[in-house]
């Protein structure tokens, strides 16, 4: 079934340490998206991808790095991972940009001890 | 960069009657507006989306209507059903902004 996947479901990470959430997704979208969610304040933006190659930062960028090798994946790395950076982290992707509709993965749990 | 505003910020209605929730933008670039929901422990999914050359498009039991001139745009929700209860997303984006910007949600209540 075409989608997106996101790995891992959920992580327990002691602060500090570097952790990288994987993104695929086979629809062939151009752009890619990491989203993270918190309570009371919606879906904001970390990084974004228009296309293979190349990354831009989003509202919320600090502490986090993405790279786009091909047009399938879009890894999110927490360098040092900091108790703030708990949340749930989603990775979208839309065929053309911002002209058209976000998909979503299921998304990653990721709580900072 | 755009700023989108949406209330309320919690809805609870009867079944059977309509809920509306509005979202406002400051970027009068912004052109493509989707709606999204969001069940519990689940991802978003698009229920719905409108762009700035119409001013209303309707799908079954939602509505969404645009005012580009006011720049706000609203959900409307007919009929409901406790299956609608959920979290809703409205959003904006323009290409001059290069990303979806969101509002911070509405927890809608259906009550059978």
């Known amino acids: 079934i075409a989608g997106i996947t996101q790995a891992p479901t959920s992580q327990i990470l002691a602060a500090g340490r570097r952790m990288t959430l994987r993104c695929t997704q086979d629809m062939r979208h151009n752009a890619m998206y990491w989203y993270r969610q918190d309570l009371g304040l919606g879906l904001r933006l970390i990084h974004y991808s228009n296309t293979a190659g190349t990354t831009g930062k989003g509202e919320v960028p600090d502490g986090y790095s993405v790279s786009r090798a091909n047009t399938d994946d879009f890894p999110l790395t927490l360098a040092s991972a900091v108790p703030s950076q708990t949340s749930v982290y989603f990775c979208?992707?839309?065929?053309?940009?911002?002209?058209?509709?976000?998909?979503f993965g299921n998304g990653t749990r990721l709580t900072v001890t | 960069g755009e700023n989108v505003e949406q209330h309320p910020s919690t809805l609870s209605v009867q079944e059977g009657d309509s809920a509306v929730i509005k979202c406002t933008y400051s970027?009068?670039?912004?052109?493509?507006f989707p709606w999204y929901k969001q069940e519990l422990g689940k991802r978003p999914q698009l229920i719905i989306d409108i762009r700035s050359n119409v001013g209303e498009k309707k799908d079954q039991r939602i509505a969404v209507t645009l005012n580009k001139t006011a720049k706000h745009f609203s959900l409307h929700i007919t009929e409901t059903q406790p299956e609608d209860s959920a979290v809703y997303f409205c959003a904006a984006s323009s290409k001059t902004g290069n990303q979806f910007y969101f509002g911070t949600g509405t927890s809608l209540t259906v009550i059978p």
């Open positions: 970027d009068s670039a912004s052109n493509y």
């Open positions: 979208a992707s839309s065929l053309t940009g911002v002209d058209s509709p976000l998909h």
